[in-house]
């Protein structure tokens, strides 16, 4: 049972354009979400995250959106840069447990 | 380096044999986590350690498979009698504190190929 969503496994983003990269989750006991990015060969970095008690952080060119009643979240980079191509994982957490849950992953493409 | 860090990085091994992965979490930080990523999957959960206690290991697939924690550092987790769906990246990740995704630092992975 995958619990964390990610339904587009890769996107292709001209440079300086936006990219949105989207997660879906079913379990309404998350309290916490978290963006982590992944490079070929090396462990993934935490990128944003977000509280279950807000509906939206940025940090400089990244922006999470949460939409709880769709149990939807969504990463928007602008203006995205080459820099930007590599894997970005979802993943939840039910605070008090230590377990993140991760989505299956969205490779994104920066076209210069 | 000061990242946590994996050895073997790269290991291909037989059906049925046993292999250990080591992990050298961030010196200070309390927290270890082993996850899996197995081809097109996402990043799966296998066991958390706090200090050299292991208060969650839901994750682990089956009896074949264990960790252990000396001295509050260093972990192993070792797989018996392998199989071929064992393939997969092993990632370990340490954490400073508890119940704070965002300051979980990972390792580069064990690639782990059963053939």
């Known amino acids: 049972d995958q619990q964390v969503k990610q339904n587009s496994p890769s996107l292709s983003v001209q440079e300086g354009r936006i990219s949105i990269l989207n997660c879906d989750y079913t379990?309404?006991?998350?309290?916490?979400f978290l963006w982590y990015k992944k490079y070929p060969a090396e462990g993934p970095t935490f990128l944003i995250s977000?509280?279950?008690?807000?509906d939206k952080n940025e940090d400089g060119r990244f922006t999470v959106f949460l939409n709880k009643s769709a149990k939807h979240l969504s990463l928007h980079i602008v203006p995205s840069q080459p820099g930007d191509s590599a894997v970005y994982f979802c993943?939840?957490?039910?605070?008090?447990?230590?377990?993140?849950?991760f989505g299956t992953g969205t490779r994104l493409t920066i076209i210069p | 380096g000061a990242g946590v860090s994996q050895s073997p990085s790269n290991k291909v091994t037989e059906k049925g044999k046993d292999v250990e992965l080591r992990c050298d979490p961030i010196?200070?930080?309390?927290?270890l986590y082993w996850y899996r990523q197995s081809l097109g999957q996402g990043l799966e959960f296998l066991i958390y350690?706090?200090?050299?206690?292991?208060?969650?290991k839901s994750g682990l697939p089956s009896d074949r498979f264990s960790a252990e924690r000396t001295g509050g550092s260093v972990s192993t987790l070792t797989i018996q009698r392998t199989q071929q769906e064992d393939s997969a990246v092993y990632l370990c990740?340490?954490?400073?504190?508890?119940?704070?995704?965002?300051?979980?630092?990972f390792g580069e992975g064990s690639w782990l190929t059963v053939v």
């Open positions: 990740a340490s954490s400073p504190q508890t119940g704070a995704g965002n300051t979980i630092y």
């Open positions: 379990n309404s006991m998350f309290d916490y």
């Open positions: 977000i509280s279950s008690i807000k």
């Open positions: 993943a939840a957490l039910i605070f008090g447990n230590e377990k993140l849950t």
């Open positions: 010196s200070g930080h309390t927290a």
């Open positions: 350690f706090q200090g050299n206690s292991a208060p969650d």
